[in-house]
């Protein structure tokens, strides 16, 4: 039997209007949107672990500069999904919570090691590359508040992808070593970043629903190929090779076709398996626990002010 609130629920999405915390939405919808904004904040901050190595080791102050920039990027995007998923009735407490214990993921792409130098500008490239393409879409999501925060840390990210594409290039145009750096990197972050837009669709858990929720606009492989197709021409200006032996330009389906993905490797990765799941939550673990003192600081100002102060959110900052 079909509810008011259904219906009405039904009638926004079908006019392509965004749903908004106020509106009564299916408790199924709710608990989607909550784990993927909680996955995607989780992978924010998360994410900064891999770059935040070579803070201390960036080659010129430039880089530093903007590699600092970037990372300080990431922690705010994080926060700006913390806050979308809780008003969806979820605190930020109980959401690092379950990425502490396990209970939530964040994404595969960042369980790989940052090695070189070269990873940092391979990460921007085709990391925050990935990103984007995924992302792009979700700006249209019918969720409101993650929809609007799609469109802000979009903008962020096509500013991630070019400098770490420009630093690939300089690198890939400087001495022998720079270039087989590049190209090392280039070769290690790969695939991985096909892996980023999920399982193939045929075993997507969750496509289907999400789809006709309009959460997503476009399959898994739909934005995996989007992807192959824009970085290809892209690493031919770079000079750089992509490692795959069955890439080739496809005349009759005018995209590229491209090699089998190692989804035993994905599987290992999500089961926390992967090269650096274990460092990734035990670095965020004791970041949490170093940071107890500003959450018990805010909470004594709130109590004596009665408000919070300025730096509300200063929770779920530490890295
Ligand atoms: N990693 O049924 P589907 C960034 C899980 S931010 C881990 O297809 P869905 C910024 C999935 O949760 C990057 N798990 O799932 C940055 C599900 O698990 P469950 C993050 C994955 O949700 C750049 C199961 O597999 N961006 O990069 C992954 O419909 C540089 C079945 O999958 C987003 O999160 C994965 N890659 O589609 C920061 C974008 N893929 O619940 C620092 C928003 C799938 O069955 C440096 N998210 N799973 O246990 C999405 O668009 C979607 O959630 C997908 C997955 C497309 C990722």
């Known amino acids: 039997m079909t509810t008011i609130s259904e219906s009405r629920f039904d009638a926004l999405l079908a006019a392509d209007e ?13 608990a989607t949107l909550i784990r993927q904004i909680a996955q995607h904040a989780h992978s924010e901050i998360i994410g900064m672990q891999p770059e935040g190595n070579w803070l201390t080791r960036a080659p010129s102050l430039r880089r530093k500069a903007i590699l600092l920039a970037k990372v ?3 922690a705010g995007h994080g926060l700006y999904l913390y806050a979308a998923a809780e008003t969806l009735g979820v605190s930020r407490t109980e959401l690092l919570d379950a990425l502490h214990t396990g209970r939530q993921r964040y994404s595969s792409i960042f369980n790989y090691p940052t090695l070189t130098w070269a990873d940092v500008g391979a990460i921007g490239w085709l990391v925050d590359g990935a990103a984007i393409v995924n992302q792009i879409p979700l700006t249209r999501c019918s969720f409101g508040p993650y929809a609007r925060a799609m469109v802000r840390i979009c903008q962020e ?3 991630h992808q070019r400098q770490g594409y420009e630093s690939l290039h300089t690198l890939a145009r400087g001495t022998e070593g720079q270039r087989a750096m590049a190209q090392d990197a280039v070769d290690r972050w790969w695939w991985p970043s096909l892996m980023m837009f999920g399982p193939p669709d045929a075993t997507s858990t969750h496509s289907s629903r999400s789809t006709e929720w309009k ?9 995996r190929q989007r992807f192959v197709d824009l970085c290809v021409p892209q690493a031919e200006i770079l000079g750089l090779t992509l490692p795959d032996a069955d890439l080739r330009w496809n005349e009759q389906t005018g995209h590229y076709d491209y090699g089998e993905i190692d989804w035993a490797e994905f599987k290992a990765v999500l089961d926390g398996d992967g090269p650096c799941n274990r460092q990734r939550i035990e670095r965020r673990t004791q970041a ?3 940071g107890q003192w500003v959450r018990d600081a805010a909470a004594a100002y709130q109590a004596k002010h009665g408000q919070t102060p300025a730096a509300r959110g ?3 900052t530490d890295r």
């Open 18 to 30: 965004r749903i908004e915390p106020r509106d009564e939405m299916p408790e199924a919808y709710r």
């Open 72 to 74: 300080q990027d990431e």
């Open 157 to 159: 990210e096509s500013f």
């Open 215 to 223: 959460i997503k606009r476009h399959s898994n492989d739909e934005l």
């Open 288 to 290: 949490h626990r170093d």
């Open 314 to 316: 200063t929770e779920g």
